[in-house]
Structures are given as C-alpha cells and as structure tokens.
C-alpha cells in the first residue's frame, strides 16, 4: 500500500487514509515504510469560528495554487456527535469546483471524540499526503472557538480566519486562538465592520509589541466567494513559509513537533507493554482496592509500574 | 492502537446527481445515518456522476445513497455505476431514493443497485439496510 501511495495511486492513498483512521494495525508500517518521503509539502492550517467561510477560502487558495502549478491536499475536519459517534461531513459542498481536477485530493475527516479541532490522526493522515507528493496540505479545523489550538502544533502556517461581527475589541485580547495566528484572513470583508475587525487586531498586534526581524501576522481582508483577495493571502502565507526557512524556525518547529510525537509514541508504547505484562486480574484488583478506598491511585500506580524488576 | 480492536467507522457519501435543486430529502436521510453512528460525507447539488464517484474514491466509503427527483435516474444510476467499475470499485454499495417508478426498480436492481426507498420509506428501514448491507460485506458473505 505504500508502494502505492508513492506511486501517485489515489485508491491506494484514500484506502491508506481510512487505514490511519480507524488505527488499524497495519498503518503503523505503512507510515513507517513512507516516513521518508514526507516533510517536503508546506502544511497550512485554516481555523476560526463557525461560518466565518473557511470551506470556501480552502476552496479558493487551492485554485490560486493550482494556477501557479502547485498540488494541493485538502484534508476537511469536521465534529462527531458525542452522542451518536456519527458525523457529517459537508465542507466538500463549498469545495465542488475543485472536482475533477486530479493535481487535487480531498479527504474529509471526523473528530472522533478528539477536543482540540483536528482528530487525532489528522497528523498522521497529513503525513500521507505529503509522502504522496502535493505540493501544499491545506488543513481545514472544525469550526473552532477560543481553545482549539492543535492545528498550530501541525501546521507550518496558521490561517485564523475572522468575520465582521464576531466580537469586539476585547475577544481581541483574550487568549487562545488568536495567538496561534500566522496570517490573519479578515473574510466577508463587504460586510459592515470589516474595518472595525482589522483595527481590534491591529490593535491586538500592537500590544503583542515582537522584536525587529520577528514575524508580524499579516492582516488580509477576503471574500472568498468572489476570490477577492486570496491570491494576496497565499502570498502572505508563501511569505511565512520563506520567513521559517530563512530564520532557522523550520527546523526548530520541526524538532519540537517530533519530540511531542516521539513522546507520545513513547508513552503509548510503554503503557502498553505495562498493561500487557501485568497477570491476569491485576489490574482489576487494584480498580477494585482504589474503588473501595483501601488503596489510593497514586499508591496503585507507582505499584502496577514498580513492582516487576524489569 | 494497538490492544483494543480498531474500530472500522462505516462511511457513506450521499449525493444529489443531476439539475433537481431540493434536497430535503437526502438532508434527512444523511441526518438519520448519522444518528446511526456513520460518518456521512454530504457533497450537495449538482453532482456529476464523475464528481460522485471522485469523491466516492478519495472519501474510501463503503456506500453511496443517491436522491434523484428530476426522472433522470435510468442514465445517473447506470453511469455512476459504470464509472465505479472502471476505477476498481464495484464493491462500493450504492442505493437511491427520490421519485423512481416501479417499473423501472427491477432494472435498476439488474445494473447493481442494491436498493431504491421511495417517497414515505421509514429512515430506520434505510439505516438497517444500509448497516446490514455493510455488515455483511465486511464478513465476506456474498451479495444475494
């Protein structure tokens, strides 16, 4: 199957995809076998609030990167009921002029019980599509409020996309969301109160204060069904990714992401291999002992680790 | 992970082929699959069979539910159903609903369209067709 992704197989990458997705055994070696062809596709995130018209930018960027000969990866997220564990997915009905187009590959994603705007194999699905070779892997949050930073951690450059009347000067200040911006995309931006919206985070900026040679997010006012300005958030967006090559962040960027990754991955493993080892029950003795309040957890944990003398 | 049995989330792409310009209908059948549990890629109007089957491929589901109103059904089902073939996935359920005359279902079943649910159809009937259908793929039991 990875041969396949390689070889520009778009049913080998979608089944790969679906494979990374549901955490199947068999993901692991693929990315494994592709790992080395990734890093080379400049990942770009798109977040905001709720109907601040995200689809239809992603929609729009990727026609400006197609007219400049670029191959662009969608990879659309949107949220799982918590309650049913269904989902629809429906940002592919802002994305329908990009059909038929086959430098163009979409992938609509779901949650999956995951809270920080991506699902938990958002990165791991990325990482295909860079190893399939497009250029750019534009990244599309959930609808996202004023904590859901994750896409900042797996993207290179962060679009936040506002909209005129989505709140005042003071939503400007608070934290979250709006410090993870590399490009701001002040969207709709006929409506009344556009100019209002640039102020406040012009403002916001200003107070930021940042040091000469430091990276100031651009401010670039869209509407994006029209396709106005777009072409001049891409290049705001190349801007960035020129600014992280040239000033060494790249590379910094890059080895703090696989440390997180690593990490992860460290944990993960050896709490498996701890479950795995423990003899059958012992777990459950110590669920029933801290249950009943004759063990504390933090005792039981230090015991279900330290006990063996591996 | 490893340990625990990865889940296999059903996907299903719901279209709406052709000119008709309502879509109710499919709005709720794709609401009803996804208070089953599904995930459910909903593409909107005006959908080619080659958009649909595009989306079918990068999307990797498991089904296609087509609504069609406009009567144009006897060429949209039988192309979407030849293209499916001619990129390798035949194995992708496909069933529709919308205003589809009797006399035309028996042909429709023939090119491989598993079901047609016409106007009135309960959603629990489509969920359970479209779960068991699903099912019984995945266990490598024939289609009948």
């Known amino acids: ?310 | 992970m490893e340990g625990a049995m990865p889940e296999e989330k059903i996907r299903i792409l719901i279209a709406k082929p052709g000119l008709d310009g309502h879509d109710r209908g499919a709005k709720v059948i794709a609401r009803a699959l996804r208070d089953a549990g599904m995930e459910v890629i909903y593409t909107g109007l005006r959908q080619t069979p080659e958009m649909i089957v595009e989306a079918a491929l990068q999307e990797d589901v498991d089904a296609i539910g087509l609504s069609i109103l406009s009567g144009a059904h006897m060429t949209l089902f039988p192309r979407v159903i030849q293209l499916l073939k001619e990129k390798g996935l035949e194995d992708v359920l496909v069933f529709g609903g919308g205003i589809i005359p009797d006399q035309d279902v028996p042909e429709l079943k023939r090119l491989g369209v598993r079901g047609i649910f016409g106007p009135g159809t309960s959603t629990d009937t489509i969920v359970e067709f479209v779960r068991e259908e699903i099912r019984r793929h995945r266990a490598g039991e024939p289609r009948q």
């Open chain 1, 1 to 310: 199957m990875a041969a396949g992704v390689s070889a520009g197989d778009a049913r080998a990458l979608a089944r790969l995809i679906s494979l990374v997705e549901d955490e199947h055994p068999s993901a692991r070696a693929a990315l494994a076998a592709l790992y080395a062809r990734t890093g080379r596709a400049h990942l770009v995130g798109i977040t905001g609030a709720p109907g601040t018209g995200k689809s239809t930018l992603v929609n729009e960027m990727a026609k400006v990167y197609r007219r400049r000969g670029l191959t662009v990866g969608i990879v659309a997220v949107d949220p799982t009921s918590p309650f049913s564990g269904g989902a629809i997915l429906g940002d592919r009905v802002r994305m329908r002029e990009l059909a038929g187009d086959p430098g163009i590959f979409i992938r609509s994603m779901a949650t999956r019980g995951s809270l920080g705007g991506l699902a938990r194999a958002t990165s791991d699905v990325v990482k295909v599509l860079d190893a399939a070779g497009y250029d750019r892997v534009l990244i599309e949050t959930v609808g996202a409020g004023q904590a859901e930073v994750d896409i900042a951690k797996t993207a290179h450059t962060t679009i936040v996309v506002e909209a005129p009347g989505f709140g005042d000067d003071i939503q400007a200040i608070k934290a979250g969301i709006l410090e993870i911006a590399d490009v701001f995309a002040v969207n709709k931006a006929d409506r009344e109160g556009a100019d209002s919206t640039v102020t406040a985070l012009e403002m916001m900026l200003d107070l930021n204060g940042g040091e000469p040679g430091c990276w100031r997010p651009p401010i670039v006012k869209t509407v994006a069904i029209r396709g106005d300005g777009v072409p001049e958030l891409v290049d705001r967006v190349e801007a960035h990714y020129d600014h992280l090559r040239q000033s060494g962040l790249l590379a910094r960027k890059e080895e703090e992401r696989v440390r997180d990754e690593l990490v992860a991955l460290v944990q993960h493993e050896l709490t498996e291999a701890l479950l795995a080892s423990l003899r059958p029950g012992e777990l459950d003795e110590w669920v029933q002992r801290v249950a009943r309040r004759e063990a504390d957890p933090y005792t039981a944990a230090r015991n279900l680790v330290h006990r063996r003398d591996c």
